[in-house]
């Protein structure tokens, strides 16, 4: 049997709630993936061409640092990571992590939440940052959560 993990990042909590159900639903271990530096709402004020969020987002080989790692990634072979949308892909803090560690031979399965794109090129722009790991693009999270079709979802994997 396999151990599983729910890695995510959360700006407002819409992606934490998310999780939170999936790992429940699924049985998996939580890990919060936190900026070393946390985002205030003027740092995530998309409209502001100067907010960190958008400086970020403009140099996607920025890469925030994270304020903790997980000391035993060795021991899951499945690990659903999800995020917010920004400017239609990940934020550059999932590069973060994914670099963070090996995931030779891992399947990580990506979901998101959005306010209204898709996964656009995410997959594509996140592949580099986790050579040697199977890497799913998973599906948007978004609305109301039905615990059975997110469970028939998960077990896919």
Known sequence: MSKKLTA???????????????????GTDLFEIKPAVPY??????WQNKNSRSSVEMSNLSFR??????LADMEEYDTIFVGF??????????INTFLESYDFSGKKIV???????????RTAEKLADSCK???L????????????????KWASEF
Not at 8 to 26: M, P, R
Not at 84 to 93: D, F, G, H, N, V
Not at 110 to 120: M, P, R, V
């Open 8 to 26: 995510y990042f959360s700006a407002s909590g819409v992606t934490a709630k998310v999780a939170k159900a999936l790992s429940e639903v699924v």
């Open 40 to 45: 205030t709402d003027a740092d995530l004020d």
């Open 64 to 69: 925030p640092e994270i304020a903790e790692k």
């Open 84 to 93: 917010p949308i920004w400017w239609y892909i990940a934020p550059t803090i």
């Open 110 to 120: 990506l979901f998101a939440t959005s306010g209204g794109s898709g996964f656009g």
């Open 132 to 134: 040697g790991a199977e």
């Open 136 to 151: 799913i693009t998973g599906k948007l999270l978004n609305g109301r959560i039905n615990t059975d079709e997110l469970a």
